[in-house]
T-cell receptor
Framework: DSGVTQTPKHLITATGQRVTLRCSPRSGDLSVYWYQQSLDQGLQFLIQYYNGEERAKGNILERFSAQQFPDLHSELNLSSLELGDSALYFC?????????????FGSGTQLSVL | DAKTTQPNSMESNEEEPVHLPCNHSTISGTDYIHWYRQLPSQGPEYVIHGLTSNVNNRMASLAIAEDRKSSTLILHRATLRDAAVYYCILRAYSGGSNYKLTFGKGTLLTVNP
């Protein structure tokens, strides 16, 4: 158990809908990272937050947004969903965002868009 | 972003050592070399990391070339539980005090009984 909690584990929805994925980082960790994993693209970095502020952006679509709340949990919002958004979404956390730090990953949310 | 190159797949026998190579010829002086692995149906799991010197921990050893353009993850005695996708990643400085972690395709390690 990494200490990172993601909910829900599975989500099935339809095209055009909006969903919210939730992540609770390890106790004390200030940084939260979101990754998307699909069969053809591998693990893609989406976005990183540190203590409530956006720190880095990767290949995140404009239809997607995220935030980190004062209690440090984070939410990833996916809207106007398309079939291609079906993927595993992972959240990870680390104490800060230093180069020598390791990331702890949650077990992911499997999103299926039908 | 600095890139890494790994073999798509490797095979090993149980209880034998495994050497997983990684090339990172465009590495910069501030990039850390990280290794993660992903077991089936699980999130990635940290294995080891280093900057310039070789590193050992209970899971593995990391051998870093003197010019830092390549590294090798060493599993001393592979077990069936080590079958996973192994990712070699450069944790690259991205401004302020921030370091990004960008995954590549990884190496699928198969361990034969």
């Amino acid at each position: 158990d990494s200490g990172v909690t993601q909910t829900p584990k599975h989500l099935i929805t339809a095209t055009g809908q909006r969903v919210t994925l939730r992540c609770s980082p390890r106790s004390g960790d200030l940084s939260v990272y979101w990754y998307q994993q699909s069969l053809d693209q591998g693990l893609q970095f989406l976005i990183q937050y540190y203590n409530g502020e956006e720190r880095a952006k990767g290949n995140i679509l404009e239809r997607f947004s995220a935030q980190q709340f004062p209690d440090l949990h984070s939410e990833l919002n996916l809207s106007s969903l398309e079939l291609g958004d079906s993927a595993l979404y992972f959240c990870a956390s680390s104490p800060s965002s230093q180069g020598a730090e390791k990331l702890f990953f949650g077990s992911g949310t499997q999103l299926s868009v039908l | 972003d600095a890139k890494t190159t790994q073999p798509n797949s490797m095979e090993s026998n149980e209880e034998e050592p495994v050497h997983l190579p990684c090339n990172h010829s465009t590495i910069s002086g501030t990039d850390y070399i990280h290794w993660y692995r992903q077991l089936p149906s699980q999130g990635p799991e940290y294995v080891i990391h280093g900057l310039t010197s070789n590193v050992n921990n209970r899971m593995a050893s990391l051998a870093i070339a003197e010019d830092r353009k390549s590294s090798t993850l060493i599993l001393h005695r592979a077990t069936l539980r080590d079958a996973a996708v192994y990712y070699c990643i450069l944790r690259a400085y991205s401004g302020g005090s921030n370091y990004k972690l960008t995954f590549g395709k990884g190496t699928l390690l198969t361990v034969n009984p």
